[in-house]
């Protein structure tokens, strides 16, 4: 049986970013498309993860990306609207109860965009 992974979100000027949160994960699928990803993984015990989210607004799937770590597995999602702020992560206005809103991450956005370039960078570096 799967379930679905703890999902943190929050969103920036040019990038939407979700981190599921799955410590020790293999068979890792992400599949970003302009309206919707779905992620699968299983953890250290065998259980398998799937979430899939209809997204609130179109992103640009070409130009987002993930990156697995041993605690989670983050997702960058480039929006193709920059500079509109999404309300909600889900194109449903329901919020799932695996779905939360990363607080640590969430802040305004005056002079945010070079934080974000720097954040989006040092991932791709890795």
């Not at 640009?60 to 702020?85: G, H, L, P, Y």
């Not at 992560?89 to 370039?117: H, Q, Y």
Request: glycine share 2%.
């Amino acid at each position: 049986p799967r379930q679905p992974a703890k999902t943190l979100w929050y969103d920036r000027p040019r990038y939407v970013h979700l981190e599921f949160c799955v410590e020790d994960s293999s068979d890792v699928k992400v599949v970003i498309e302009d309206q919707r990803l779905v992620f699968s993984c299983k953890n250290a015990d065998g259980v398998e993860f799937y979430n899939e989210i209809n997204l609130y607004a179109r992103v640009n799937s070409k130009d987002s990306q993930e990156k697995r770590s041993d605690r989670s597995i983050t997702c960058f999602m480039r929006k193709w609207k920059e500079k509109v702020a999404w309300p909600r992560i889900t194109k449903e206005n329901s919020k799932p109860a695996w779905l939360s809103v990363d607080f640590d991450n969430w802040r305004d956005w005056e002079g945010d965009e070079e934080m974000e370039r720097a954040v989006v960078e040092q991932y791709a570096e890795v």
